[in-house]
């Protein structure tokens, strides 16, 4: 079951799911929108070879500001300026909004999943065309779904509890 707006507005007043900051005009027909945050990570150029479980930081530099370009066809990845926390009955899909769909950019397809605590850290496909994006600006749709029952095991990965832009992370396997 797809969760309205009025389920919404009734899940976030009882404290079911958890937004802050939160503001009202957020809450949409059959969603939540997201703004954009204030860290982004580009993917560096170069002709090194990366190997899981090895240092992902060399391939990424962060930024902190108030407004980001993405070139064409550039990978970097977001932060939600929003930090969410989902009920073990409760999922999300995230979408891009259509106006920004509409410009050329792209998201891979990306689940919330139920239990899920922490900013969301989103990759970005860049247009064919730069793209300045600014923080506070919404820019995902967050469509919640309830579960028949809550989910025997709920979230606890290694992105729980994630703030800012988290880079990548390989578990090694001994």
Do not use: C, W
Not at 20 to 43: H, K, M, V, Y
Not at 104 to 122: C, E, H, K, N, Y
Not at 153 to 159: I, V
Request: net charge neutral; proline share 6%; glycine share 6%.
């Amino acid at each position: 079951m797809i969760l309205s707006d009025r389920d919404l507005k009734y899940y976030l007043e009882k404290g079911l799911i958890f937004i802050r900051p939160f503001s009202g005009e957020i809450i949409r027909e059959n969603g939540i929108d997201l703004r954009i945050g204030p860290q982004f990570a580009r993917l560096t150029k170069t002709d090194k070879v990366f190997e899981t479980g090895k240092n992902v930081e060399d391939f990424y530099t962060v930024t902190n500001s108030n407004h980001f370009i993405v070139f064409p066809h550039e990978h970097v990845l977001m932060t939600t300026m929003e930090y969410i926390e989902l009920p073990n009955d409760v999922m999300a899909f995230v979408n891009l909004r259509s106006t920004f769909a509409r410009l050329g950019l792209f998201i891979p397809p990306t689940i919330v999943d139920a239990g899920f605590r922490g900013q969301l850290t989103i990759e970005i496909v860049g247009s064919e065309f730069p793209i300045k994006l600014e923080t506070g600006q919404r820019f995902l749709h967050l469509i919640f779904a309830k579960t028949l029952t809550p989910v025997e095991n709920p979230y606890h990965g290694k992105y729980q509890y994630q703030n800012n832009v988290t880079l990548p992370k390989f578990e090694n396997k001994v």
